[in-house]
C-alpha cells in the first residue's frame, strides 16, 4: 500500500511553496473525485498530498469590475445555484447541470475539471464559448492564458510542475449573457459525454455579431471551432447558413471511435447538437426558421 504525506495549507502562498519544493512528488487535491481513483489505480506517482479546500481566497464568484471571478474551488453544485452564474451565463449552469449527480457535484471543482484536461470535461465547453481566462501562479511567476490554449493533449494542459490555477475569469459580455449548452451521453445522468457543444450568440440586425462555438469528446482535448466560427461572422442568419455551418462543425470536429459511439456518429452528432443550440438562440433573436 501506497503511503502518502497529506498537507493541508490555509493559504495559496503556502501551496506555491510546497509546490515550488516538491514539484513532480506533490499533487494537488480539490474535490478529489479524479485524485481518489487515479490513487486506487495507482497512476499517481507523487507522495505529497496538497489538499487545498481551506483555502478561502480561491473560493467564491464574484463580479470584478467588468469581469466575472470563478475561484478555481468553486463546485460544479454553485455554477447551479449561484445568482450570477443561473440567471446570467446560463451556458454554465446548464453544462453543471448536466454534470454526473448531486453527490458528485457537490464536491468536484471546476479548476480540477480544467486541469484533468479530458476531452470529455463538461464545464471547460461553456468556458470555452465565455472565452475564459485562467490565472495562473508559481513562486517565480505569475501568468494568465485563454482556456482555448490551456490545454495541450488528451490529460496534458501547459502547467507546469510548481504552478497552479488561482483564478477563472470572463468578460461580463453581451454575446456571453447569451449562451446554450447541449451534452449527449448513454444515459441521462452519471453519463461521460459522448459529444457536447456550447454555441454563445451575439446577434445584430439579423447577422450575426459574434459567435463561439465549443464542442466536447469529439477531439484530443475540449476544442474551440474557430473555422465555423469564422464562417458564420458578419452573415445574415438563414436556413440555408445554418446548414453550411453544420458542415463545417462536423468538418473541423476530429473525434475517435471507443466503447460509447463511432466517430461517425459523433461527426454526426456534433454538427445536430450545433444547429440545436444555434437555433435556440438565434430563435430568440429572430424568427424566421422554417423548423
Ligand atoms: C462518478 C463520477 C462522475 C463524473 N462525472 C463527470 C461528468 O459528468 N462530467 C465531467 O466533466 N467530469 C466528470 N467526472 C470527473 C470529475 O468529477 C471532474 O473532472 C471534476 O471536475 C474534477 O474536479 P475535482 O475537484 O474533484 O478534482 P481533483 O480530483 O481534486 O483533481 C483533479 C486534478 O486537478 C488538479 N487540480 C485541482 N485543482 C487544481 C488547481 N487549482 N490548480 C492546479 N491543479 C489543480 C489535481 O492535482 C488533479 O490533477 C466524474 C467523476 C466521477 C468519479
Not at 77 to 89: A, G, R
Not at 193 to 214: C, D, F, G, M, P
Not at 221 to 247: C, Q, Y
Given at each position: 500500500?501506497?503511503?502518502?504525506?497529506?498537507?493541508?495549507?490555509?493559504?495559496?502562498?503556502?501551496v506555491?511553496?510546497?509546490?515550488?519544493?516538491?514539484?513532480?512528488?506533490?499533487?494537488?487535491?480539490?474535490?478529489?473525485?479524479?485524485?481518489?481513483?487515479?490513487?486506487?489505480?495507482?497512476?499517481?506517482?507523487?507522495?505529497?498530498?496538497?489538499?487545498?479546500?481551506?483555502?478561502?481566497?480561491?473560493?467564491?464568484?464574484?463580479?470584478?469590475?467588468?469581469?466575472?471571478?470563478?475561484?478555481?474551488?468553486?463546485?460544479?453544485?454553485?455554477?447551479?445555484?449561484?445568482?450570477?452564474?443561473?440567471?446570467?451565463?446560463?451556458?454554465?449552469?446548464?453544462?453543471?447541470?448536466?454534470?454526473?449527480?448531486?453527490?458528485?457535484r457537490?464536491?468536484?471543482?471546476?479548476?480540477?475539471?480544467?486541469?484533468?484536461?479530458?476531452?470529455?470535461?463538461?464545464?471547460?465547453?461553456?468556458?470555452?464559448?465565455?472565452?475564459?481566462?485562467?490565472?495562473?501562479?508559481?513562486?517565480?511567476?505569475?501568468?494568465?492564458?485563454?482556456?482555448?490554449?490551456?490545454?495541450?493533449?488528451?490529460?496534458?494542459?501547459?502547467?507546469?510542475?510548481?504552478?497552479?490555477?488561482?483564478?477563472?475569469?470572463?468578460?461580463?459580455?453581451?454575446?456571453?449573457?447569451?449562451?446554450?449548452?447541449?451534452?449527449?451521453?448513454?444515459?441521462?445522468?452519471?453519463?461521460?459525454?459522448?459529444?457536447?457543444?456550447?454555441?454563445?450568440?451575439?446577434?445584430?440586425?439579423?447577422k450575426?455579431?459574434?459567435?463561439?462555438?465549443?464542442?466536447?469528446?469529439?477531439?484530443?482535448?475540449?476544442?474551440?471551432?474557430?473555422g465555423?466560427?469564422?464562417?458564420?461572422?458578419?452573415?445574415?442568419?438563414?436556413?440555408?447558413?445554418?446548414?453550411?455551418?453544420?458542415d463545417?462543425?462536423?468538418?473541423?470536429?476530429?473525434?475517435?471511435?471507443?466503447?460509447?459511439?463511432?466517430?461517425e456518429?459523433?461527426?454526426?452528432?456534433?454538427?445536430?447538437?450545433?444547429?440545436?443550440?444555434?437555433?435556440?438562440?438565434a430563435?430568440?433573436?429572430?424568427?424566421?426558421?422554417?423548423?
Amino acid at each position: 500500500m501506497s503511503l502518502f504525506k497529506y498537507i493541508s495549507p490555509k493559504t495559496k502562498d503556502e501551496v506555491l511553496e510546497i509546490l515550488q519544493k516538491e514539484k513532480s512528488n506533490a499533487c494537488i487535491v480539490a474535490g478529489c473525485s479524479n485524485v481518489l481513483p487515479n490513487i486506487r489505480d495507482k497512476e499517481i506517482k507523487a507522495k505529497v498530498l496538497i489538499d487545498i479546500t481551506n483555502i478561502e481566497q480561491l473560493k467564491g464568484i464574484y463580479q470584478k469590475e467588468d469581469k466575472i471571478f470563478l475561484g478555481p474551488l468553486t463546485t460544479i453544485n454553485e455554477l447551479i445555484y449561484s445568482d450570477i452564474t443561473s440567471k446570467e451565463y446560463k451556458v454554465l449552469t446548464q453544462a453543471a447541470q448536466e454534470f454526473a449527480d448531486p453527490l458528485v457535484r457537490n464536491t468536484a471543482t471546476i479548476g480540477g475539471n480544467l486541469v484533468t484536461a479530458s476531452p470529455a470535461a463538461d464545464i471547460a465547453i461553456p468556458l470555452l464559448t465565455l472565452d475564459a481566462l485562467i490565472k495562473i501562479e508559481s513562486t517565480r511567476d505569475k501568468r494568465e492564458v485563454k482556456l482555448k490554449d490551456f490545454f495541450v493533449g488528451p490529460g496534458e494542459t501547459i502547467l507546469q510542475d510548481d504552478e497552479m490555477i488561482v483564478g477563472i475569469e470572463f468578460e461580463q459580455s453581451d454575446v456571453n449573457k447569451n449562451g446554450y449548452f447541449i451534452k449527449i451521453g448513454q444515459r441521462k445522468a452519471m453519463a461521460i459525454s459522448i459529444a457536447t457543444v456550447a454555441v454563445n450568440l451575439e446577434v445584430r440586425q439579423n447577422k450575426i455579431n459574434q459567435i463561439r462555438i465549443a464542442a466536447g469528446s469529439v477531439a484530443p482535448t475540449p476544442v474551440r471551432l474557430t473555422g465555423a466560427e469564422s464562417f458564420l461572422k458578419n452573415k445574415e442568419i438563414n436556413d440555408k447558413l445554418v446548414e453550411e455551418a453544420i458542415d463545417r462543425v462536423r468538418e473541423e470536429v476530429k473525434p475517435i471511435s471507443d466503447i460509447r459511439a463511432s466517430e461517425e456518429y459523433r461527426r454526426y452528432i456534433s454538427g445536430l447538437l450545433f444547429k440545436r443550440a444555434f437555433k435556440k438562440l438565434a430563435d430568440s433573436s429572430i424568427h424566421q426558421f422554417t423548423n
